[in-house]
């Protein structure tokens, strides 16, 4: 990873918050000139530190009323087998996110169903179901909100 100065952090700050502001909006923000800060935000890229501007969505407005997390354990740990399933379950449209762990359980899954029937057959068919999955445990999510915050080992 290369060195970033001040300028690309304050940018990057900025971005985090909302991706969506026009690059003459973060150049004010910044200080520079809007050359200046769409060169930036294109060295940003092509260095790979940013990968892409996402939008958040409203999930209950599109009828995912219920959230939750599904702790998984696999029989086995073959990276053949953590690939495949890793692959079938971000193919899947109620997955939200996916993170594979180390500890107790190898997977945990970020899921938005439409209603409680939703969530009890998506389990049986795409987690019970599969051979390689020998525990589970479903929790409901309450709230979910996101951090708009840069990680604080980068001492902005």
């Known amino acids: ?29 910044v200080g ?15 260095d790979g530190v940013l990968k892409g501007a996402h939008c958040e969505v409203d ?20 990276r053949q087998i953590i690939d495949a399933f890793r692959d079938a379950i971000l193919a899947l449209p109620e997955v939200i996110s ?6 107790k359980d190898d997977f945990l899954v970020h899921l938005c169903v439409a209603d409680t029937e939703h969530l009890r057959n998506f389990v ?3 987690f019970t179901s599969r051979e390689e999955v ?9 709230e979910h909100r996101f951090s708009r ?8």
């Open 1 to 29: 990873m290369r060195n970033l100065d001040q300028l690309d952090l304050d940018i990057l700050a900025h971005l985090f918050r909302d991706a969506g502001m026009t690059n003459k909006d973060l150049a004010v923000l």
């Open 32 to 46: 520079v000139a809007p050359s200046t800060c769409l060169e930036r935000v294109r060295k940003l890229q092509q």
């Open 59 to 78: 999930h209950q407005a599109l009828g995912g009323h219920i959230q939750a997390m599904v702790s998984l354990q696999l029989a086995r740990h073959s």
């Open 98 to 103: 996916l993170f594979h762990m180390g500890g």
């Open 124 to 126: 049986f068919d795409h």
């Open 134 to 142: 020998v525990h589970l445990e479903t929790s409901l999510v309450f």
């Open 149 to 156: 915050s840069l990680p604080c080992f980068l001492n902005i």
